[in-house]
């Protein structure tokens, strides 16, 4: 199982050698340290690996998270299981660069969505709206009848009713995403398709 945290930068497109263009997203894999390993045959009980990105002040870190990284100010601090075990061959202190994944792998990319505030039916669930003619005049993007009154509900909104509400920032993992480009020197990836996130969102990257 290979795994690395990655800030998403921009989307491009690539052309492969036979002629065919792929878009593409722009991920920048700094390289990230093991700050923890966790074993199924230790106080644990399950196998994993823990690591620490990027840097931040350390005033503004618990004295808790401080004690369990050295004193290191990690800007974000991430698990990921390995299901299958082998935790035992990473040490606490090790780095896992971009080089680490090859041209070829697929993986799945997991990130926070864009936040887009509170936002109608229409855009947030697709509704069709009212018509826009024959006296209609302010319900063209309403959603319509809730239930209520003795209908199917019982005189109540069902759960789980699509209405208007927050949208987005919501953890999304888009699968099957193939490996276009590892740039070494610069740390960067390039995967196919688009990654959930804004520019510069972290993303965990992951190939099984």
């Known amino acids: 199982m290979k795994f690395i945290l990655a800030k998403k930068e921009k989307m491009t497109r690539i052309f492969t050698e036979d002629g065919r263009a792929y878009a593409g997203t722009i991920l920048l894999?700094?390289?990230?340290?093991?700050t923890q390993v966790k074993t199924a045959d230790g106080a644990d009980k399950y196998s994993a690996i823990q690591v620490g990105v990027g840097t931040r002040r350390t005033k503004n870190i618990s004295k808790a998270v401080l004690g369990h990284t050295k004193g290191k100010g990690y800007q974000a601090i991430k698990e990921f299981r390995l299901p299958g075990g082998g935790s035992e061959q990473f040490a606490v202190g090790s780095e896992i660069n971009a080089d680490t994944f090859a041209v070829g792998d697929v993986v799945q990319v997991?990130?926070?969505?864009?936040?887009?505030?509170?936002?109608?039916?229409?855009?947030?669930?697709?509704?069709?709206?009212?018509?826009?003619?024959?006296?209609q005049k302010h319900t063209e993007r309403s959603p319509g009848s809730i239930?209520?009154?003795?209908g199917r509900a019982g005189g109540?909104?069902?759960?789980?009713?699509?209405?208007?509400?927050?949208?987005?920032?919501?953890?999304?993992?888009?699968?099957n995403l193939k490996i276009?480009?590892?740039?070494?020197?610069e740390g960067k990836?390039?995967?196919?398709?688009a990654v959930p996130g804004r520019r510069g969102s972290l993303l965990e990257v992951v190939s099984k």
Do not use: C, N, Q, Y
């Open 147 to 150: 239930g209520g009154g003795g």
């Open 29 to 34: 894999a700094e390289p990230i340290t093991v």
């Open 110 to 135: 997991s990130g926070i969505t864009k936040g887009k505030g509170f936002a109608g039916v229409v855009k947030r669930h697709g509704f069709h709206g009212g018509p826009r003619s024959h006296g």
């Open 180 to 185: 276009l480009v590892v740039d070494e020197k």
């Open 156 to 175: 109540r909104v069902a759960k789980g009713m699509k209405m208007a509400g927050r949208l987005g920032t919501d953890r999304v993992t888009v699968t």
């Open 189 to 193: 990836i390039i995967v196919s398709g």
